[in-house]
T-cell receptor
Framework: AQSVAQPEDQVNVAEGNPLTVKCTYS??????LFWYVQYPNRGLQFLLK??????LVKGSYGFEAEFNKSQTSFHLKKPSALVSDSALYFC????????????FGAGTRLTVKP | DTGVSQNPRHKITKRGQNVTFRCDPI?????LYWYRQTLGQGPEFLTY????????KSRLLSDRFSAERPKGSFSTLEIQRTEQGDSAMYLC??????????????FGSGTRLTVV
């Protein structure tokens, strides 16, 4: 079955600095990869996805992610962090053959300090 | 349509009581998912509906849990004889499928259950 690992429980960056939130995945066949963000007392909000095509995908709020097949990674990035980016970020993977089983990582708490 | 709606937002219940949660998906979405999220973990898949048919259930969904989507619109998740281990955030999501799930799910704000 597919799985996702987010190796960092917590990422701290200063406002204006670039940020990276790491994600690696395991899946049989081609993956569908997603990033979601969760603010306090809110549901998960879709940020971006990779299905096929360019390895660098752009999403909401200036976020982007790079798909690396050889390293089985899908790291989330942003060139310049904002304090308002502080939230919980989840990486998720779904196998192409299984429409109904999306597996989430444990989440990474991003804190952006002014 | 303001997205996926879940009620109640919070539920505190005594151990052994039954609870029921409701999810109203985006109206045109035919697929509906239930997830459970515990503190420090990502959401875990519980069950999935396409229209009114429940097509898949996780092993996490014990026989105390039952979900319905009687008219293919809103869904309910019932937990019977609640246990303290049931305390979690219960998330509902919907998507348009087949194919729409490739573009991500739309999640509700969740129902936080506390069993005391």
């Amino acid at each position: 079955a597919q799985s996702v690992a987010q190796p960092e429980d917590q990422v701290n960056v200063a406002e204006g600095n670039p940020l990276t939130v790491k994600c690696t995945y395991s899946v049989s066949g081609n993956p569908y990869l997603f990033w979601y963000v969760q603010y306090p007392n809110r549901g998960l909000q879709f940020l971006l996805k990779y299905i096929t095509g360019d390895n660098l995908v752009k999403g909401s709020y200036g976020f982007e992610a790079e798909f690396n097949k050889s390293q089985t990674s899908f790291h989330l990035k942003k060139p310049s962090a904002l304090v308002s980016d502080s939230a919980l970020y989840f990486c998720a993977v779904r196998a192409l053959y299984n429409n109904n089983d999306m597996r989430f990582g444990a989440g990474t708490r991003l804190t952006v300090k002014p | 349509d303001t997205g996926v709606s879940q009620n109640p937002r919070h539920k505190i219940t005594k151990r052994g009581q039954n609870v029921t949660f409701r999810c109203d998906p985006i109206s045109e979405h035919n697929r509906l998912y239930w997830y459970r999220q515990t503190l420090g973990q990502g959401p875990e898949f519980l069950t999935y509906f396409q229209n009114e048919a429940q097509l898949e259930k996780s092993r996490l969904l014990s026989d105390r849990f039952s979900a319905e989507r009687p008219k293919g619109s809103f869904s309910t998740l019932e937990i019977q004889r609640t246990e303290q281990g049931d305390s979690a955030m219960y998330l509902c999501a919907s998507s348009l499928g087949p194919g729409g799930e490739n573009y991500g799910y739309t999640f509700g704000s969740g129902t936080r259950l506390t069993v005391v």
